[in-house]
């Protein structure tokens, strides 16, 4: 007879005294206990409680002793955890034999049933604490009466209980048994031959567990125990866990958390758990249908199935939530990202570039963040669509916006929009957002981001739902498939789509809905990615979620930024303005210190050839020589991490890296240039060259040439011509004589010859000439940018420097060359811009791009010069050359040389002076455009005949560049020469933006009059 068949023992109080007494030595009060096909009682005897277990007389003696040995291994491992202890009886036994009963005595656990008492997610937590560590502790315990495949309870077998579904009364409820058993037969009996299996407890239900407060004390019943799958020991409890609770979310993740926290599963077994769970709550509902079916009378019949109703309820809210969800949900709880595809995606998507989304460029055009928590402006609206519609339209124009961005993963406590963002599994509503918004002032077009294929279509007329959604998929490469959503679409536009359809990116691929169409909203974007459609395959894809599962859905629906490529301020509120930063400013900074473009920016980041401001708006570049490898660069800031983390000491110590370096840089320099100094910044670099020319002549005056720039110490600020002759200035020192601009465009001799060369550089010879007649001797040093920089970007003549550099040798002097804004290849074509000229200088200085704007320079001269300053007096500065500036040096040069960027500045250089060229047959303003490679400009002149210059029309391209993204800068004598000098980075795609938002700025101001 099998022993759900066979009656329950009955013993009297007074018999089960006399067992107690008779095999154990025990004696005291009796209690009955509730139990199904055992008879079992409560023994007090003082402050000793035990329980007496006498088993069915059907039950096997084997399956008897296999509970005992269960309890004896636990007890052996982890002595702490709350299980019953065996008591040995009398001749040392643990087993008595009475009648055809086998009789035990444990131990009574104190507590509360778990199923009648209050409960807390701590209480769920210590829960799965305490079953992981049960688990843990039954690791290795084999038993060969364990094995018990053909056991009813057993969830290995749950496909055994499917022909019960016939026994259930309710066409919905076997509609919803039959759901389950489809998923378990197609998704999850096919996974479980790979699974581990193990001795597990198998009903943790919610009357077989003891608490106190929030603490698990005790684990009764051991009579289901049996080898099965690993995974079920916390399935089983889970699937009674989520009964007759309104929070599914917090009590599951408890339970999960708390148990793999003690004991890990593997990927594959949490992706099953739910269904498990499920299973198990169907066998139940299988298994008491079938007893009911049999059932002697109504009354009976009841009481087998009692607990059905809240199994089918849970069951259905499982349904609802869905099963592939809450699969994901156990992966998170469990330890790992919710989806296996998370970081594959994010391998694969890292450094991506979409095609265009609109018609605008989301990256340069300006734009607001938008604040959708309870009580921020405009929310009052969100229930009133034109109004609302009209709200965003404001926002934008008091922010001179093109959109607004709406934040994924925001919570939109605003958001109180009825049953649609109820949810399924916990009291609270949806409201955090999971994808990216763009704010429009009406419907525009949407282009597809990347090559793809139409996946679902589907239109939602619910109020505040999407409207029409369009889902893509797609593939980068070797990286797993995704999908795109879009939506609030109008739904005529994606007419000419059908599911399996091919798109190109930068297809045109829908248009924005108007308010009646698309949910209600005032017309935006919701782009989103999915790594998974889940159980959503019409389309209708969730937007929004609970707070309580944003862990989950973010690994499903990662961050569109991930495809977008906005800067994370771009997401950031801030309270911090302009004005706030320039009043602060004032306070604490000298105001000699000026500040960029009439409107002015707040920057944030840098990357490549571009800044960023604070909300994320990108600006192209085009002006900052300094970063000359690009804002940023990976390889330089790795070297300077590496470095600093390793060792930053000065240069009185050994180190190779100074020595490496600086043998690099005169291996790019001809002879005798062969001796090395570092410095901190190029007016550093350009006082050292004067100290040296001074020392080795003898002699103090420098000739410099008019308009130059050399640096801001008391020394270089008297040869720059620039400064003292300038706002502010004292005009020309005594120590400095100035040697003709020889600017071939506004100068006196207007060609790129050598005649005019010579005909400047005769201005040197008046100099030396003056300044023998009137000093009696000639100059120490003949200083010159390579490429006049602060001149307005001026090429000098052929053999200017050739002729200018012999009449200073002849007088006696040295020859310094200016390379701070011209050198490290820059130009292109050389190395040094000096090198475009044909010449070789006693000394050369160049600044901070040496380091990509860390403060670094140097100074190159010859062993004789060199030598001749060791008179003695050490001459030593603390922090050049020191082992970070070093490695940044070098990380700098390996730029330059690996990536190319000589090439690359001559092809972009000339493309770019190409297309100004070309715009002078349309805008007259602009007299000459000059440069070598990326050191380039445009002289505007209100005639070309007269060559009258125009600094009021440079300054207005420059400021409307500015409005469009683009950094530019003028210089020159009158500032009307347009200076364009980027990271060394730039390219060809970056200059067709820079040519084409050039010419609209042009566009503008000859539309606008000048």
């Not at 308010?515 to 005032?522: A, F």
């Not at 017309?523 to 999915?530: E, G, K, M």
């Amino acid at each position: 007879m099998e022993v759900f068949e066979s009656a329950p023992p009955s013993y009297s109080e007074q018999e089960l005294l006399d067992i107690a007494k008779t095999y154990f030595n025990k004696t005291g009060k009796i209690k009955p206990l509730v139990s199904e096909r055992d008879q079992n009682a409560r023994l007090i005897d003082g402050d000793d409680e035990y329980v007496i277990k006498v088993a069915n007389s059907a039950e096997d003696d084997n399956l008897v002793e296999f509970q005992n040995a269960v309890l004896n291994h636990v007890a052996a491992l982890d002595p702490e955890l709350a299980i019953p202890k065996v008591i040995i009886g009398k001749d040392g036994c643990q087993i008595f034999k009475h009648n055809d009963n086998n009789i035990r005595l444990i131990t009574f656990l104190k507590g509360d049933i778990f199923g009648d008492a209050p409960k807390s997610s701590l209480l769920y937590e210590n829960l799965g604490k305490f079953l992981g560590r049960f688990s843990t502790a039954m690791q290795g315990f084999g038993h060969p009466h364990s094995h018990q495949p053909d056991f009813l309870w057993n969830l290995d077998n749950a496909i055994f209980t499917k022909q019960y579904i016939a026994d259930i009364e309710k066409s919905d409820d076997k509609e919803l048994v039959e759901y389950f058993y489809d998923r378990y037969e197609k998704l999850v009996v096919p996974r479980l031959e790979r699974m581990r299996s193990c001795v597990i407890h198998s009903d943790a239900n919610t009357y077989n567990l003891v608490v106190q407060g929030d603490e698990i004390s005790g684990l009764i019943d051991f009579g289901d125990m049996l080898f099965a799958k690993q995974v079920n020991e916390l399935a089983i409890a889970l699937g009674y866990a989520v009964l007759d609770v309104d929070d599914i979310f917090a009590v599951s993740k408890a339970l999960i958390s708390g148990y793999t926290g003690e004991f890990p599963l593997s990927e594959d077994e949490l992706e099953v758990l739910f269904d498990l769970a499920a299973m198990r709550l169907i066998m139940s509902v299988c298994i008491s249908s079938n007893r009911a079916s049999a059932a002697s009378d109504e009354k009976h019949r009841e009481y087998l199935t009692i607990t059905q109703a809240p199994a089918f309820k849970a069951l259905r809210k499982l349904r609802k939530i869905g099963m592939s969800f809450l699969n994901a949900f156990a992966r998170k709880a469990g330890g790992y990202d919710a989806h296996r595809n998370l970081t594959p995606l994010k391998t694969s998507l890292d450094g991506i570039k979409i095609s265009k989304m609109f018609d605008f460029d989301i990256y340069s055009e300006p734009r607001v963040l938008f604040d959708n928590a309870a009580g921020a402006p405009g929310t009052e609206h969100i229930l009133n669509p034109e109004k609302h519609s009209n709200w965003v339209t404001n926002l934008l124009d008091e922010n001179e916006a093109r959109y607004g961005l709406g934040n994924y993963g925001e919570n939109r406590t605003s958001f109180t929009l009825g049953v649609g963002f109820k949810s399924h599994g916990s009291p609270p509503d949806r409201t955090v957002h999971m994808a990216v918004d763009f704010w429009l002032r009406a419907p525009e077009k949407i282009y597809a981001p990347l090559d793809g294929v139409v996946q679902a279509i589907a239109s939602n007329d619910d109020p505040f739902d999407y409207g029409t959604v369009l889902i893509l998929s797609h593939q980068v490469d070797e990286g797993p498939e995704f999908y795109t959503l879009y939506g609030h679409l109008e739904k005529a536009s994606v007419k000419k789509l059908n599911i399996g359809d091919t798109v190109a990116a930068g297809d045109h691929i829908a248009t924005l809905g108007e308010i009646h169409e698309n949910g209600g909203w005032t017309p935006h974007l919701h782009f989103q990615i999915l790594l998974d459609l889940l159980d959503y395959e019409d389309g209708n894809f969730p937007g929004i979620c609970e707070v309580a599962t944003w862990s989950t859905w973010s690994d499903i629906c990662p961050d569109p930024n991930l495809l977008l490529g906005f800067i994370p301020e771009s997401f950031e509120h801030s309270d911090l303005t302009i004005n706030d930063m320039l009043e602060s400013r004032k306070q604490v900074l000298a105001p000699s210190l000026s500040v960029a473009y009439k409107k002015h920016i707040h920057m944030v980041r840098g990357k490549g050839p571009y800044l960023y401001d604070n909300t994320g708006r990108a600006f192209l570049d085009c002006v900052n020589n300094i970063t000359h490898v690009g804002h940023c660069n990976p390889h330089v800031v790795n070297a300077i991490q590496t470095q600093a983390a390793r060792l930053n000491t000065n240069s009185r110590y050994l180190y190779d890296g100074i020595n490496k370096l600086a043998a690099r840089i005169i291996d790019s320099m001809p002879d005798p240039l062969s001796v090395m100094f570092f410095v901190n910044s190029g007016s550093e670099a350009n006082e050292l060259a004067l100290r040296l020319a001074r020392h080795y002549t003898g002699r103090k005056t420098t000739v410099a040439v008019d308009w130059g720039y050399h640096g801001n110490t008391n020394a270089t600020v008297a040869i720059s011509a620039y400064k003292f002759n300038r706002k502010g200035g004292n005009g020309c020192p005594p120590e400095t004589r100035l040697a003709e601009f020889p600017c071939p465009y506004q100068g006196r001799f207007n060609n790129y010859s050598d005649e005019s060369g010579k005909a400047y550089a005769a201005s040197v010879d008046e100099q030396i000439a003056d300044l023998i007649k009137t000093t009696g001797e000639g100059p120490a040093a003949f200083i010159a940018e390579s490429i006049a920089g602060v001149g307005g970007q001026v090429i000098y003549p052929d053999g200017y420097l050739k002729a200018a550099y012999e009449k200073i040798r002849a007088s006696g002097g040295l020859c310094i060359a200016d390379e701070v804004q011209t050198g490290l290849g820059r130009t292109g074509e050389q190395m040094w811009a000096y090198q475009l000229q044909g010449v070789v200088p006693d000394i050369v200085s160049f600044g901070k791009p040496f380091g990509n704007g860390h403060p670094m320079a140097a100074v190159v001269t010859t062993r004789e010069i060199a030598d001749k300053f060791a008179n003695g007096m050490e001459y030593f500065n603390s922090f050049g050359g020191n082992p970070v500036s070093c490695a940044i040096g070098m990380a700098v040069l390996d730029e330059v040389e690996n990536n190319g960027l000589r090439g690359k500045a001559i092809i972009t250089g000339n493309y770019i002076m190409d297309g100004m060229r070309d715009m002078m047959d349309r805008y007259d303003l602009i007299g000459q455009v000059r440069g070598k490679g990326m050191f380039f400009g445009a002289e505007l002149v209100k005639d070309r005949g007269t060559k009258e210059v125009a600094p009021e029309e440079a300054s207005r391209i420059v400021q409307y560049l500015r409005e469009d993204a683009v950094l530019f800068s003028t210089d020159g004598p009158y500032d009307n020469v347009l200076k364009g000098k980027p990271p060394m980075v730039f390219g060809l795609p970056e200059a067709e933006i820079f040519i084409d938002k050039l010419e609209k700025a042009f566009k503008r101001l000859y539309k606008e009059g000048f």
